[in-house]
Antibody, heavy 124, light 108 residues
Framework: QVRLVQSGAEVKKPGASMQVSCMTS????????VHWLRQAPGQRLEWMGW????????KYSPKFQDRVTITRDTSASTAYMELTSLRSADTAVYFC?????????????????WGQGTLVTVSS | TVLTQSPGTLSSSPGESVTLSCRAS???????LAWYQHKPGQAPRLLIY???IRATGIPDRISGSGSGTDFTLTISRLEPEDFAVYYC??????????FGGGTKVEIK
């Protein structure tokens, strides 16, 4: 079965960087785009960006463009999301999710499988 | 496009049916509207996409409908595992990607 398993919770200081991993199984990793989203306490889910796991192309939300980097390791079927210059407003649960399109060059922007979420707390 | 979900919380009993609403501030192109179920500490689960198409493994007692600006998720014969938070999402292009604020379905 399709599974996306994320790395564990983290506590970070303001100004630091964070990286969350998303290990996938149960399908051909390079055939589906992987997205990253987050949900801050009391806030709505928010899309951060995606990576084409086949060719490595990325697209980021303008809100995070200058602070986020999404990468992948095809040999490990794993995607990574790095966010830099952390501030308290970045405290959130971060999710990876598989795009709903089975065509690797078409991004549907809905999400058919999700990781369990990773809580990142930014606090001094 | 802003998505407004109502009610915020819905109390119901197993066996009953519930209807959740998602209203968009602008017309949703091509009915690009999805519904998700989310339980605390778990991965969100896709229920419906393209407004009315059930995702893989979703039972037919869960259905989506609507077009334009008004969309509905109906869950018939509530089962214990249905008590959760439900989100709608508009998609199509990255700039259109927004989520509703959620409806919590709780046990009465």
């Amino acid at each position: 079965q399709v599974r996306l398993v994320q790395s564990g919770a983290e506590v970070k200081k303001p100004g630091a960087s964070m990286q969350v991993s998303c290990m996938t199984s149960g399908y051909t990793f390079s055939s589906y785009t992987v997205h990253w989203l987050r949900q801050a306490p009391g806030q709505r889910l928010e899309w951060m960006g995606w990576i084409n796991t086949g060719n490595g192309n990325t697209k980021y939300s303008p809100k995070f463009q200058d602070r986020v980097t999404i990468t992948r390791d095809t040999s490990a079927s794993t995607a990574y999301m790095e966010l830099t210059s952390l501030r308290s407003a970045d405290t959130a649960v971060y999710f990876c999710a598989r795009d709903g399109s089975s065509y690797s060059n078409i991004v549907a922007y809905y999400f058919d499988y999700w990781g369990q979420g990773t809580l990142v707390t930014v606090s001094s | 496009t802003v998505l407004t979900q109502s009610p915020g919380t819905l109390s119901s009993s197993p066996g009953e049916s519930v209807t959740l609403s998602c209203r968009a501030s602008h017309s949703v192109s091509s009915n690009y509207l999805a519904w998700y179920q989310h339980k605390p500490g778990q991965a969100p689960r896709l229920l419906i996409y393209d407004a009315s198409i059930r995702a893989t493994g979703i039972p037919d007692r869960i259905s989506g409908s609507g077009s334009g600006t008004d969309f509905t998720l109906t869950i018939s014969r509530l089962e214990p595992e249905d008590f959760a938070v439900y989100y709608c999402q508009h998609y199509g292009i990255s700039a259109a990607l927004t989520f509703g604020g959620g409806t919590k379905v709780e046990i009465k």
